[in-house]
């Protein structure tokens, strides 16, 4: 008997381009097409002015096509959106074709009821039947990838004499802050792993103050068993770092590189920040429980876990909806 192959359904990841934002939406459509065939197709939105500052719903009330944001028949299966540019160009579609699946990551603020399916961060404690909470953020990280990255840079990983520990450097964001107070602790966490016979693979993401990339490039000239990669360059090691280290430092501001830090399965402690973690705090207690994830308090030595795949878990998830709303239709 001959097997059926399922076409491909058309999906658009929506979102305004940076990095960041895009990516959780890349890396859930790409977990949801390692399941099932899916066409992905990105939509970047290019608001400016006074119209990208509007809330979403007065945007929506102003241009409320599809056409409005560039975005043009044929319309897609699945639209994903994730950030705020993205909220009214859903429901845009959603108004304009509503056979549409529309999917919003992070918690929209205009009610979930305007979106066939929310996917919230658990520490935005956001709840309804067409909610699904999820420990931080989808990403694009697998196995597969860390690996391939890791062989990619094998040489250079040999340089560096085992045990390794790899610092993820973030900087200033809305939640928290990078005192020089603060970097002093870190350094000293770096000083702690190179006295314990640590090589250290230390990274810095375009928020990191260049004063402290500064002075990270200074501690790698007095030692030869550091690689700083300071966010520039063509090829960049950080998934490398993930693959090739043992132990892995993550300072406490970015929800991506705590949960990508996670995904290896390796022992993860956090570097304070200055500020309130309000909600993050959730986020911290979900990772040490789920993770073992503890503050840094001067040694490597955590208990072992399984790897986190929350975007993985939450593809299925996806589909699930997705099958129970064509039934519904049918």
Same mark, same amino acid.
């Given at each position: 008997?001959?097997?059926?192959?399922?076409?491909?359904?058309?999906?658009?990841?929506?979102?305004?381009?940076?990095?960041? &934002?895009?990516?959780? $939406?890349?890396?859930?459509?790409?977990?949801?097409?390692?399941?099932?065939?899916?066409?992905?197709?990105?939509?970047?939105?290019?608001?400016?002015?006074?119209?990208?500052?509007?809330?979403?719903?007065?945007? #929506?009330? !102003?241009?409320?096509?599809?056409?409005?944001?560039?975005?043009? *028949?044929? =319309?897609?299966?699945?639209?994903?959106?994730?950030?705020?540019?993205?909220?009214?160009?859903?429901?845009? !579609?959603?108004?304009?074709?509503?056979?549409?699946?529309?999917?919003?990551?992070?918690?929209?603020? /205009?009610?979930?009821?305007?979106?066939?399916?929310?996917?919230?961060?658990?520490?935005?404690?956001?709840?309804?039947?067409?909610?699904?909470?999820?420990?931080?953020?989808?990403?694009?990280?697998?196995?597969?990838?860390?690996?391939?990255?890791?062989?990619?840079?094998?040489? *250079? !990983?040999?340089?560096?004499?085992?045990?390794?520990?790899?610092? @993820?450097?973030?900087?200033?964001?809305?939640?928290?802050?990078?005192?020089?107070?603060?970097?002093?602790?870190?350094?000293?966490?770096?000083?702690?792993?190179?006295?314990?016979?640590?090589?250290?693979?230390?990274?810095?993401?375009?928020?990191?103050?260049?004063?402290?990339?500064?002075?990270?490039?200074?501690?790698?000239?007095?030692?030869?068993?550091?690689?700083?990669?300071?966010?520039?360059?063509?090829?960049?090691? =950080?998934? $490398?770092?993930?693959?090739?280290?043992?132990?892995?430092? /993550?300072?406490?501001?970015?929800?991506?590189?705590?949960?990508?830090?996670?995904?290896?399965?390796?022992?993860?402690?956090? !570097?304070?920040?200055?500020?309130?973690?309000?909600? #993050?705090?959730? @986020?911290?207690?979900?990772?040490?429980?789920?993770?073992?994830?503890?503050?840094?308090?001067?040694?490597?030595?955590?208990?072992?876990?399984?790897?986190?795949?929350?975007?993985?878990?939450?593809?299925?998830?996806?589909?699930?909806? &997705?099958?129970?709303?064509?039934?519904?239709?049918?």
């Amino acid at each position: 008997m001959a097997k059926t192959i399922s076409a491909a359904r058309s999906c658009w990841v929506i979102s305004d381009g940076r990095r960041g &934002i895009e990516n959780q $939406a890349l890396g859930l459509t790409e977990a949801m097409s390692r399941m099932r065939p899916l066409d992905i197709n990105t939509q970047i939105i290019t608001n400016s002015g006074a119209f990208k500052a509007a809330t979403p719903r007065m945007q #929506f009330a !102003l241009r409320g096509k599809p056409l409005d944001y560039g975005l043009t *028949r044929p =319309y897609p299966d699945i639209a994903i959106g994730c950030g705020r540019q993205a909220i009214a160009p859903l429901m845009a !579609l959603k108004r304009a074709a509503p056979a549409i699946f529309t999917c919003y990551i992070q918690d929209p603020h /205009v009610g979930a009821e305007h979106f066939d399916l929310v996917i919230a961060p658990e520490h935005d404690d956001l709840s309804g039947p067409n909610v699904e909470p999820m420990i931080g953020a989808p990403g694009r990280i697998t196995r597969d990838m860390i690996v391939k990255a890791t062989v990619v840079f094998e040489d *250079r !990983l040999n340089a560096m004499p085992m045990p390794r520990v790899a610092m @993820l450097i973030g900087g200033t964001s809305k939640s928290h802050k990078l005192t020089e107070a603060n970097h002093r602790q870190h350094k000293q966490a770096a000083v702690d792993a190179l006295d314990q016979g640590y090589s250290l693979l230390i990274t810095a993401s375009r928020r990191t103050p260049d004063w402290v990339i500064a002075d990270y490039a200074a501690l790698a000239t007095k030692h030869d068993n550091i690689w700083l990669y300071d966010g520039t360059g063509k090829d960049n090691p =950080y998934f $490398a770092f993930l693959g090739g280290a043992d132990v892995i430092l /993550v300072t406490e501001d970015s929800t991506n590189m705590l949960t990508e830090a996670c995904a290896t399965g390796k022992s993860v402690f956090t !570097l304070a920040m200055t500020g309130k973690a309000g909600k #993050f705090q959730a @986020l911290y207690d979900a990772l040490s429980a789920r993770c073992h994830m503890a503050p840094y308090a001067g040694h490597f030595n955590a208990a072992d876990y399984e790897p986190l795949d929350e975007t993985s878990r939450i593809a299925s998830h996806v589909w699930a909806h &997705i099958d129970a709303r064509k039934a519904t239709l049918n």
